[in-house]
């Protein structure tokens, strides 16, 4: 070792063979020599050099079992422009056995050129030639195949600071033909205008063109086809904004040949209103647009331009405490106005309308709602009406009320009405009800018109007066009335009813109870044609042991007793009975029965009939008015639809809008899943898997019916071993009772319990029993003493008094 120099050398022998490797390296490159004796790797030889400036590498290898490798790089310069450089790789692989690639730039005059090579053989390789000034530049490639022989590109620009105008022309060729040739100029001169040119001349002639105004507008123009006059397109696209103005206005125009097409929008807002207009134009024709208008009234206007028609959307909104709402549709404005609809809104504190108008079908359709709570006296107080044309009478209402008369919570008046007067609905119903301290009232009336427009009522009303101790029941229809008074006096008891119907001759019916004499007066007459023929059962305490009633009636003033009965207690313990009744009684109430239920029974049918009689033609005149008024409203929409219907028939045979393809291919695909249904069908038919489920089924079935035969033969056995267990059970109970029953001990006890039986009859208790029964007696006699001037008292009582008021209301 020497310095930076560095050498080594060593040898081995085993016998005559020997190995020797040798190393020497300098600063700048390193040798490595190895000799062996092994056959195939005899030798063995590695050179590497390197050094910086100029830069330069250097590796050989070369051995006795592999081909030699060769490499080789150079590179000077200290500048882009001055570089040389090159790079050579020498090897015995195929296609890589001298690769050659070299790099040489030079700058003379202000123009750079650059040159390179690469070869991967000696003949195969590229070649790129490219050169630079201030004003263009091109590229050269060569290659080796076909399609790309050689490749020219070229850029010439010119740009001038001072006028910002720039001129770019390019082009590019692939083996002697052309690729592209575009120029391009850009003209910045003017401060609010910038133009944009570019000329395509290969390999179509075309041309596009730009102008841009920084302020407002930008025009542009593209040629594809400069021989073609319609292969153009001329767009304009304009923008003003002038805030101070309040308006903003877009457009956009496009020229494409001889066809022109504009697209535009503005924005306008004087006066605290404010309009946006879109709109799509064709060859100076607007075809389709939107606008939209508001104001500062609350009224605002959408309207939509198509091709085939025109929609228009007005509405109008006005109010807080008193609003309204007005919405318009038109859907073919400009040719037909009565092609609308038109829905209305009105609200005010408690009153809600709604209206539709329906122009093309002739209606006018208007929902008014008012709902009143707690105002005064008034709970509630609604009504709807719907009116469905501009004849007032086709209205629908429905009212209802729900006052406090008094205001002290006393008094109430509720009331319900539907009228439709087309329809001769008219139904008013009305319902009070009252409490004071001294009365009670309620009253129900119910007022409806008929199809005849006759005017009938139902009513029912009821008053207690608590001061007269009266009760008044009235009822009131078409066919039938009744009223039933009902007054109780006392000092004696007294109660008077009085029954009324149909204004005949009324029936009274008188209850008299005089608690101080113990007497009991009934009366009544009992039959409405013959007034005179009363019923009377009186009855009292004829002393203090003895009570006598008799039951008799008057027949033309002549009197029939019908019953007599006497109870007299002679002694504690005789009570005196005498019953006397009139033979004929049994039969005579039979006979009077039988006549009072045959004049029912005619007078009921005969009130059915007639009540069903008018039900059946007061429903019948009510359906044929209705049918008539659905048939008169319905026409209109049916009328519309046919008309709807008849105009998709002309549009699917002319083919418009593609609506007769489309029902085509809906058949068509129908069709086709109709087909492929079928398909499967039959291939499931054919399936071997059905055939298997079939079998598998088939075989299931067979199994079924084995168990159940196996399952009625097990039940048979198990019901005969049941039946065995059974009767030897039974039998060994009966055995064991009997074992049971012959035992000495029950028999014993047998004997003894008939024993003290006959003990038990031979006692004397009759002295004891007649003990008992005068202690009864007595006690009867006491709580009769006791209970009598109480029971007195009792009725006498107020509150007693207005409880069998009550039990006869209910009663009756």
């Not at 390296?25 to 195939?40: C, E």
């Not at 422009?81 to 070299?102: A, V």
């Not at 049916?638 to 105009?647: P, V």
């Not at 202690?775 to 003493?785: K, P, W």
Request: aromatic share 8%; net charge positive.
């Amino acid at each position: 070792m020497e310095g930076d120099n560095f050498s080594l050398s060593g040898n081995a022998a085993i016998g005559e063979k020997k190995i020797t490797i040798t190393m020497e390296k300098t600063p700048s490159s390193i040798n490595i020599n190895l000799d062996t004796p092994i056959k195939g790797y005899e030798r063995t030889q590695i050179k590497a050099s390197a050094s910086r400036k100029p830069y330069h590498a250097a590796l050989n290898i070369q051995t006795s079992y592999l081909f030699d490798i060769e490499f080789d790089a150079r590179l000077t310069g200290q500048r882009f422009d001055e570089l040389d450089g090159s790079l050579t790789l020498k090897t015995g692989l195929y296609n890589l056995r001298n690769i050659r690639i070299s790099m040489k730039n030079d700058k003379n005059f202000g123009e750079l050129k650059s040159h390179v090579e690469g070869f991967w053989t000696d003949r195969n390789g590229i070649t790129i030639d490219a050169s630079l000034t201030k004003t263009d530049c091109s590229l050269t490639v060569s290659t080796p195949w076909e399609s790309l022989r050689t490749a020219n590109g070229y850029v010439k620009f010119d740009w001038s600071s001072k006028t910002n105008h720039l001129v770019v022309a390019t082009n590019m060729k692939i083996n002697k033909q052309t690729l592209y040739d575009v120029d391009f100029e850009m003209d910045a001169e003017k401060r609010k205008e910038i133009t944009l040119i570019i000329n395509v001349n290969e390999p179509r002639q075309m041309r596009f063109e730009l102008n841009k105004l920084l302020s407002s507008e930008t025009y542009m123009l593209v040629n594809w086809n400069k021989q073609d006059r319609d292969s153009s397109c001329r767009m304009d696209v304009k923008f003003n904004s002038d805030w101070s103005d309040k308006k903003q206005i877009a457009s956009y125009r496009g020229i494409c040949g001889s066809k022109s097409y504009s697209i535009g929008a503005s924005y306008l807002r004087p006066d605290e209103s404010s309009k946006i207009v879109l709109f799509i134009e064709k060859d100076d024709i607007r075809t389709h647009g939107i606008e939209t208008i508001h104001d500062k009234n609350g009224q605002a206007k959408y309207t939509l331009q198509l091709p085939s028609r025109t929609v228009v959307l007005s509405t109008v909104s006005s109010g807080y405490d008193k609003s309204s709402q007005i919405f318009d549709l038109s859907w073919d404005a400009e040719r037909d106005q009565n092609k609308r609809i038109v829905f209305k809104t009105r609200y005010y504190g408690d009153e809600l309308s709604l209206g539709l108008e329906m122009p093309s079908l002739g209606k006018d359709l208007q929902l008014d709602y008012k709902m009143l709570i707690g105002s005064g006296n008034v709970i509630y107080d609604g009504r709807t009406a719907f009116r469905y044309s501009k004849d007032s009478r086709k209205t629908f209402t429905l009212s209802s009320k729900l006052e406090d008369v008094s205001g002290r919570g006393e008094n109430y008046k509720f009331l319900l009405g539907i009228s439709h007067p087309y329809t001769t609905v008219d139904i008013q119903t009305k319902a009070m009800f009252g409490k004071s301290n001294d009365k009670l009232s309620a009253d129900f009336d119910i007022q409806y018109l008929t199809a005849r427009r006759q005017t009938k009522n139902i009513a029912l009303i009821t008053e207690i007066d608590k001061l007269k101790r009266q009760l008044n029941i009235q009822v009131r229809s078409p066919i039938k009335t009744m009223k039933i008074d009902a007054r109780v006096e006392t000092s004696p008891f007294k109660l008077t009813i009085k029954n009324l119907y149909d204004d005949t001759k009324p029936i009274n019916t008188e209850l008299t109870v005089d608690p101080n004499d113990g007497s009991l007066d009934f009366n009544m007459n009992y039959d409405i044609k013959n007034p005179d023929k009363t019923l009377h059962v009186n009855a009292k305490f004829s002393d203090e042991k003895g009570i006598s009633a008799v039951l008799f009636r008057n027949v033309n003033q002549k009197k029939t007793v019908d019953s007599l009965l006497n109870l007299r207690l002679k002694s504690s313990k005789i009570l005196h009975t005498r019953v006397h009744w009139r033979p004929s009684i049994i039969s005579d109430l039979k006979a009077e029965l039988t006549k009072r239920i045959e004049e029912y029974g005619i007078r009921s049918a005969m009130a059915v009939e007639e009540s069903s009689d008018g039900i059946n033609k007061e429903i019948s005149y009510k359906r044929r008015l209705f049918q008539a008024a659905y048939t008169e409203e319905i026409k209109s929409y049916a009328d519309a639809i046919n008309d709807k219907l008849s105009e998709l028939r002309t549009l699917k045979a002319g083919n418009t809008f593609y609506l007769q393809d489309i029902c085509n291919s809906v058949d068509t695909t129908m069709n086709r899943i109709g087909e492929y249904a079928e398909d499967l069908n039959e291939a499931w038919r054919r399936c071997q898997v059905k055939h298997t489920i079939d079998e598998y089924m088939t075989s299931l079935e067979q199994l079924q019916k084995r168990l159940d035969a196996y399952s009625e033969d097990t039940y048979i056995n198990m019901g005969d071993q049941l039946n065995s267990i059974s009767t030897n059970s039974y039998q060994r109970l009966l055995d064991y009772r009997n074992s049971v029953g012959n035992h000495q001990t029950v028999v014993n006890l047998k004997s003894k319990y008939n024993s003290y039986m006959d003990q038990l009859k031979n006692m004397k208790l009759n002295e004891q029993w007649s003990n008992v029964a005068n202690q009864y007696t007595s006690s009867i006699y006491n709580i009769r003493e006791g209970y009598q001037p109480k029971t007195c008292k009792l009725v006498t009582n107020t509150n007693v008094q207005h409880g069998i008021i009550c039990i006869q209301i209910l009663g009756i």
